[in-house]
């Protein structure tokens, strides 16, 4: 396929060290920025899914976005909690 536009990937750091993942990460994100792809990751590995944009989850065989907008600080200086939008 010439010129793909979606780029999924299933477990790409599965059964690798945290230096290799990192890296891997690293050249997903550059392929991202380079390429103009989307980028679908399937994983079960939190550390990964805190790189990605958009985070859906499936929850109880429901799929569940965590939304991730700019930190909202209290007048007290605590981060308030990120919400969850069920599609």
């Given amino acids: 396929v010439a010129g793909p536009r979606v780029l999924l990937a299933d477990e790409p750091t599965g059964n690798l060290d945290s230096a290799t993942s990192a890296q891997v990460l ?5 392929m991202r920025r380079l390429l103009h792809l989307t980028v679908v990751i399937v994983t079960h590995d939190p550390r990964v899914a805190k ?4 985070q859906l989850n499936l929850i109880d065989g ?11 600080h209290s007048s007290a ?3 308030l909690p990120v919400g969850m939008r069920r599609w």
């Fill in 51 to 54: 790189c990605a944009d958009r």
């Fill in 77 to 79: 200086g605590a981060v």
């Fill in 62 to 72: 429901q799929l569940v976005e965590t939304v991730k907008p700019e930190p909202v």
């Fill in 26 to 30: 690293q050249l997903i994100r550059e």
